[in-house]
């Protein structure tokens, strides 16, 4: 793909549905349809993004709260991908 490719920030990664969606962007990322592939995280658990970083996306901590942490986590990215109030219960996980 060109250098048209997006940046794309992903809250929620980590999350029960998070974890559905990420191979298929690792794989967008992976085939160059995607130039980076940031995790957003509130806490920084290294052994939580490790299997993450190990793909290739970079992380960034964040305080969703926080305007000014929120402006600086997402310098250059060109889209947000947010999975972060996906509450539902489902088969007994929330």
Excluded: W
């Excluded at 160059?32 to 290739?56: P, V, W």
């Excluded at 926080?66 to 991908?81: C, E, H, K, M, R």
Aim: proline share 3%; glycine share 8%.
């Amino acid at each position: 793909m060109t250098s048209s490719a997006p940046a794309v920030a992903v809250i929620g990664a980590n999350g029960f549905i998070g974890k559905m969606v990420m191979p298929c962007l690792f794989e967008a990322l992976h085939q160059k349809r995607i130039k980076e592939l940031r995790i957003l995280s509130r806490k920084f658990d290294e052994n939580a993004l490790k299997g993450l970083i190990a793909k290739g996306a970079t992380t960034q901590n964040a305080s969703y709260h926080n305007i000014p942490s929120l402006t600086q986590a997402l310098a250059g990215i060109d889209v947000v991908i947010s999975i972060l109030l996906c509450r539902r219960e489902i088969n007994g996980q929330t």
